[in-house]
């Protein structure tokens, strides 16, 4: 589960004194104790009883500018403090059931009963309200490819809650969660890992009864692009899809470009051809994420032929 930080009683600061602190003391979010080390500080951020609501305030009367520069996430997420060189600080608002959002959206939005873990590594204090419950667990990264249906020795930890004052530190690829709605609306303040390696790193939802992957959560702009220059772009496009699949050297852009190689082709054998030689890769995760796409190829072939045929009137 996520290491909880211990933390004393501390005096409130304010969030200036925060992102000063981060900026001065060498702080680097893939270091473990680097990170325990800005607990009580945060636990100080939390102390300040009125700083949130004070910029809540300051973004309406702006109609909130700060915002739609710089917060990329839904409604639930107040940025507090953007991307810088390695972190960002955010503020989480959790609904209860009895909230007239969670009663007119349902827990979907808010990441509620879906077990997964982050590509990255973040800080977390409750803030306001009961908080949010989560079951915890853990599994070892070491030795995971992160291919759906992976066993990875997923290990039940507890039940627990983001308790006021409460600080806890969320491990990247580490500590998993099935989040659990909290009992009234409550507010978290998290730092935020901004480094470049988030980017390129998976983020899994797993099923927790079977301890696997379930599936891969996040994907890239680059495999978007590569979707529309596999099938629109013309042969150019096409060559530069085809050494993205041969040389990338990430293994989730290769994947991803033979994927989309495999879609474009003509006809569905021609596809499940080049999967198949896919599956040969000397990448685990390559090979059999290949062998998971042509199972879903050949599972589907039958509307995707007839789709494909052309209509008569």
């Not at 004393?8 to 680097?34: K, N, T």
């Not at 909290?182 to 988030?198: G, K, L, Q």
């Not at 879609?263 to 569905?268: A, H, K, N, Q, V």
Request: aromatic fraction near 10%.
């Amino acid at each position: 589960m996520p290491r909880v930080i211990p933390t004393e009683d501390v005096p409130p600061i304010e969030l200036g004194e925060l992102v000063a602190a981060l900026d001065e003391s060498g702080f680097d979010p893939r270091d473990e104790e680097s990170f325990a080390a800005m607990g009580p500080l945060l636990r100080g951020l939390a102390a300040n009883r009125t700083f949130l609501a004070d910029i809540a305030v300051a973004e309406l009367k702006d109609r909130c500018a700060a915002q739609s520069r710089a917060n990329g996430y839904t409604p639930q997420v107040l940025m507090l403090h953007p991307a810088g060189r390695n972190y960002f600080i955010r503020a989480n608002f959790w609904p209860g059931p009895s909230d007239p959002i969670f009663r007119s959206s349902g827990p979907s939005p808010f990441f509620y009963y879906l077990p997964h873990d982050h590509n990255f590594s973040f800080l977390t204090v409750g803030y306001l309200g009961p908080g949010y419950w989560s079951d915890y667990y853990e599994y070892d990264p070491e030795g995971v490819v992160g291919y759906p249906g992976e066993k990875v020795g997923l290990r039940f930890v507890e039940r627990a809650r983001l308790e006021p004052g409460k600080v806890m530190l969320y491990r990247a690829h580490r500590d998993v969660h099935l989040q659990l709605p909290a009992d009234e609306m409550s507010i978290s303040i998290n730092i935020m890992e901004a480094t470049p390696e988030v980017a390129r790193a998976s983020q899994y939802r797993f099923d927790v009864e079977r301890g696997e992957i379930a599936s891969i959560l996040n994907s890239t702009t680059t495999e978007a692009l590569l979707a529309i220059a596999a099938n629109q772009g013309g042969e150019n496009a096409r060559d530069v899809v085809e050494t993205f699949a041969a040389r990338h050297h990430d293994e989730r852009i290769r994947f991803a470009a033979l994927r989309e190689l495999a879609l474009s082709e003509p006809d569905i054998d021609t596809g499940l051809d080049r999967l198949a030689r896919g599956r040969a890769s000397p990448s685990r995760f390559v090979a059999e994420m290949c062998a998971l796409e042509a199972a879903r190829l050949a599972a589907n072939r039958g509307w995707l032929e007839r789709d494909a045929q052309p209509s008569v009137r």
